[in-house]
């Protein structure tokens, strides 16, 4: 019922910026994009998920987890169901392949809908 | 921040076994926990939520239990599609919702 789709990702170096995106489609009558927070989750290769940032349906609320807090700006664009993630001063750590995943509105708050992701490397 | 440990890392196990995975929170998450299944070059894809109830499509087999910080995830009959990395997820604070490290099955 939800699709999200990403792009912008690439190889950048140490101390550079990229912006990634999240497209998203809603296949229900029932809910349109104002109505769904969504969430940036990143993996590192070989490693496990990582929760990066949340915005609330309004945008009115974001949250940041602590490792890039002060380097990533989430904002989204109601009028074109779409979000993005500013990455700014990125690290190697950085490297990871970025999800943005939602809810199942109306129901329960786990990631229900995931993007396939998109692939950041930071290197030299 | 709630810290959720998962165990064991591997699970060795062959086609028609039971598997049970393990997720420990470091303070009571009630209810809130999810699983998912995670293939190679997949994104992750929602198996159970609010710790027991399975996501549209997901077979019986699979099956989600626990509460407060002790949750289990078992699959009572392996079948060749579920080889691969599970992860629970708490959701019941944020920011930040977190994950445990993952359990992956491989076979034996």
């Known amino acids: 019922q939800v699709q999200l789709v990403e792009s912008g990702g690439g190889l950048v170096k140490p101390g550079g910026s990229l912006r990634l995106s999240c497209e998203v489609s809603?296949?229900?009558?029932?809910?349109?994009?104002?109505?769904?927070?969504i969430n940036w989750v990143r993996q590192a290769p070989g490693k496990g998920l990582e929760w990066v940032a949340y915005?609330?349906?309004?945008?009115?609320?974001?949250y940041y987890a602590d490792s890039v807090k002060g380097r990533f700006t989430i904002s989204r664009d109601n009028t074109r169901n779409s979000l993005s993630l500013q990455m700014k001063t990125l690290r190697a750590e950085d490297t990871a392949v970025y999800y943005c995943?939602?809810?199942?509105?109306?129901?329960?708050?786990?990631?229900?809908?995931w993007g396939q992701g998109t692939m950041v490397t930071v290197s030299s | 921040e709630i810290v959720m440990t998962q165990s064991p890392a591997t699970l060795s196990l062959s086609p028609g076994e039971r598997a049970t995975l393990s997720c420990r929170a470091s303070?009571?998450?009630?209810?809130?926990l999810a699983w998912y299944q995670q293939k190679p070059g997949q994104a992750p894809r929602l198996l159970m939520h609010?710790?027991?109830t399975r996501a549209t499509g997901v077979p019986p087999r699979f099956i989600g239990s626990g509460s407060g910080t002790e949750f289990t995830l078992t699959i009572t009959s392996l079948q060749s599609e579920d080889f691969a990395t599970y992860y629970c997820?708490?959701?019941?604070?944020?920011?930040?919702?977190?994950f445990g490290g993952g359990t992956k099955v491989e076979i034996k």
């Open positions: 303070q009571s998450v009630n209810r809130n």
């Open positions: 609010t710790s027991s």
């Open positions: 995943a939602t809810y199942d509105y109306g129901g329960h708050d786990a990631f229900e809908y």
């Open positions: 997820h708490q959701y019941k604070d944020r920011p930040p919702v977190t």
């Open positions: 915005i609330s349906a309004s945008g009115n609320t974001i």
């Open positions: 809603i296949f229900t009558s029932k809910s349109d994009f104002n109505d769904y927070y």
